[in-house]
């Protein structure tokens, strides 16, 4: 993206359409293809706190005079959606300083590099051991990595492992807050003990399961956004509109990758945990036969219950 930047200076900025729109920039002609990329500059240039509070819509309150702005043409749309990528791949807010001043070295980069990064063909399986758990004393840890990601995605297998029998197998995205701290505000948590004990009794009645956890915090945003979102949901947003206004989708999580590990593990038939019809479809769509999806809903708290309702009113999800 070296040289498609140009004569370009520090005075633009690269955004999402989303937040171009929450800026008011959508009834301009550069701004309003929905979901493009959108270039725009100030009439004055851009500092480090002046740009953040461009960025990031949980400042808003905060700063809510900005502007105003134009919307520039932008000539490097395909570098412009893939430094976007990049951005949501770091879990870093999607917005751009173009070309700053002091910034020093720029470092060359091809829009096809970000979409070789995310190649899931790449990964491989590390390594293996036992692993008594609390659910399953006989459980296995497989590790897989990509020679170039850092995240590695683990899956526990409970169970013998048999060819005749589809196993029970939960997609569990990482969730430091409801996973590690106990947090109240989702269901990750209560859903990874019950996943665990429900593919440990499927093993104990003479079948098996597999719980692939995946490195992708906030559904794919990282930890940072998804708390950006959080503190966007103390203001009143719901979940959906939350990552919205952060210029991030709600659902980013990398089923290629979740199919790939069923692939190295040799599993290519299963019965999915899971209220949501769509994570049916995104894995079957990667080649992973569902013969079953299996509900996985669990009762909620005065913290979460907005939540789940969004899962259930504007995602789609199978819930009471």
């Known amino acids: 993206m070296e040289t498609a930047f140009g004569d370009i200076t520090g005075e633009a900025m690269l955004l999402s359409a989303s937040r171009a729109a929450t800026l008011k920039l959508a009834n301009q002609i550069e701004a309003?293809?929905?979901?493009?990329?959108v270039l725009m500059r100030a009439a004055d240039p851009f500092d480090l706190p002046h740009a953040l509070a461009v960025a990031d819509p949980a400042l808003d309150l905060n700063a809510p005079l900005k502007g105003p702005f134009k919307a520039l043409h932008c000539e490097w749309e395909e570098q412009a959606k893939a430094a976007l990528e990049l951005a949501r791949m770091a879990g870093?807010?999607?917005?751009?300083?173009?070309d700053p001043q002091g910034a020093g070295e720029p470092v060359s980069l091809e829009a096809?590099?970000?979409?070789?990064?995310?190649d899931a063909s790449r990964l491989q399986i590390a390594t293996r051991a036992k692993l008594p758990v609390a659910a399953a004393e006989g459980a296995r840890i497989v590790a897989f990595r990509s020679p170039d990601d850092t995240r590695e995605h683990v899956a526990l297998v409970i169970g013998q492992q048999r060819?005749?029998?589809?196993?029970l197998v939960r997609l569990h995205s990482e969730c430091l807050t409801g996973d590690i701290l106990g947090s109240l505000k989702?269901?990750?948590?209560?859903?990874?003990d019950a996943a665990l004990h429900a593919?440990?009794?499927?093993?104990d009645k003479g079948g098996w399961?597999?719980?692939?956890?995946?490195?992708?915090?906030?559904?794919?945003?990282?930890?940072?956004?998804?708390?950006?979102?959080?503190?966007?949901?103390?203001?009143?947003f719901d979940t959906v509109d939350a990552n919205t206004r952060l210029g991030l989708p709600d659902e980013a999580r990398d089923f290629p990758t979740?199919?790939?590990?069923?692939d190295l593990l040799g599993v290519g038939e299963i019965r999915l945990m899971t209220n949501n019809p769509a994570k049916v479809a995104a894995l079957e769509a990667e080649g992973v036969k569902v013969a079953e999806r299996v509900p996985h809903s669990l009762p909620d708290n005065p913290h979460n219950a907005r939540y789940l309702a969004t899962k259930r009113d504007r995602a789609g999800h199978i819930l009471p």
């Open 163 to 167: 060819s005749d029998v589809a196993p």
């Open 258 to 262: 979740a199919a790939r590990m069923l």
């Open 32 to 37: 309003a293809v929905p979901r493009q990329p």
């Open 112 to 118: 096809s590099d970000v979409a070789a990064y995310a």
């Open 209 to 236: 399961g597999v719980l692939l956890y995946m490195r992708q915090e906030g559904r794919g945003i990282g930890l940072v956004n998804k708390l950006r979102a959080y503190r966007l949901q103390d203001q009143g």
């Open 92 to 98: 870093v807010l999607p917005a751009f300083l173009v």
């Open 199 to 203: 593919i440990a009794d499927e093993a």
């Open 186 to 192: 989702c269901d990750c948590g209560p859903q990874l």
